[in-house]
């Protein structure tokens, strides 16, 4: 079922990309969508204020195991999105899905087999995929 919903996500970006049809203008707009993914977190930071950065130096003690190191580290992030931010910030991503989606539609990749594949790769790997 999964793989159905990537599939029709798909081929609907295949169907509704009509103005950037060139892959140098799917880049860029993947480029373009990413970077207004950044701008919409750092407004809900610095204009609407209903989440805060509190970034420090992290303290990592030395002898410690890599499956041990996430407890040591943390997002920074304090408080919730609003209503209003989280609109804005999922709309931003949903923009990001569908340009890479029409990327994947312009290489001829299926994007649900990037899905399964990176996630057997961290599966695999597990904590030594360092992501």
């Known amino acids: 079922m999964k793989d159905l919903l990537c599939d029709e996500f798909q081929n609907t970006v295949s169907e509704l990309l009509i103005r950037h049809q060139s892959v140098l203008d799917v880049l860029s707009k993947l480029q373009e ?6 701008r919409s977190v750092t407004k809900s930071v610095t204009s609407c204020g209903c989440i805060e950065v509190n970034a420090k130096k992290r ?6 195991s890599i499956m041990e190191l996430k407890k040591y580290t943390e997002s920074h ?4 999105l609003c209503p209003k931010c989280l609109e804005i910030i999922e709309a931003e991503i949903g923009r ?3 340009y890479l989606a029409a990327l ?5 990749i299926n994007l649900y087999d990037v899905f399964i594949k990176e996630h057997k790769k961290l599966l695999t790997l597990r904590y030594f995929n360092f992501t």
């Not at 969508?33 to 950044?38: P, Q, T, V």
């Not at 303290?59 to 410690?64: A, T, V």
Request: include cysteine.
């Open 33 to 38: 969508s990413s970077s207004r993914i950044n």
């Open 59 to 64: 303290i990592i003690p030395e002898n410690i």
């Open 96 to 98: 990001t899905l569908f």
């Open 77 to 80: 992030l304090n408080g919730e």
């Open 104 to 108: 994947c539609n312009h290489m001829d």
